[in-house]
């Protein structure tokens, strides 16, 4: 199987903490634009990780949409 069209922007090699931020700033960059991010439910389930990952992925998108 292809990996995910996301996933090309990432090198393979790179630690998977920043391959799930870069996926994650493309998959949203939409709602990061509008100062918004998504919940931990969306992000555990779009992109089939642990609430742990979930919340480090989202604290890293709340910096990118400048939200506090």
């Known amino acids: 199987p ?3 069209p ?3 922007l990432v090198p393979a090699d790179a630690p998977e903490p920043e391959r799930l931020r ?3 700033a493309h998959r949203y ?3 990061l634009a509008e100062g918004r991010v998504p ?3 969306k992000i555990r389930t779009d992109l089939r990780i642990g ?3 979930a919340q480090g ?3 890293h998108l709340r910096v990118l949409a ?3």
């Open 66 to 68: 400048g939200v506090r």
């Open 39 to 41: 919940g931990l439910g």
């Open 51 to 53: 609430e742990n990952k």
């Open 6 to 8: 996301d996933l090309l």
């Open 57 to 59: 992925v989202r604290e």
């Open 22 to 24: 870069v996926v994650a």
């Open 2 to 4: 292809l990996p995910e």
């Open 29 to 31: 960059a939409g709602m």
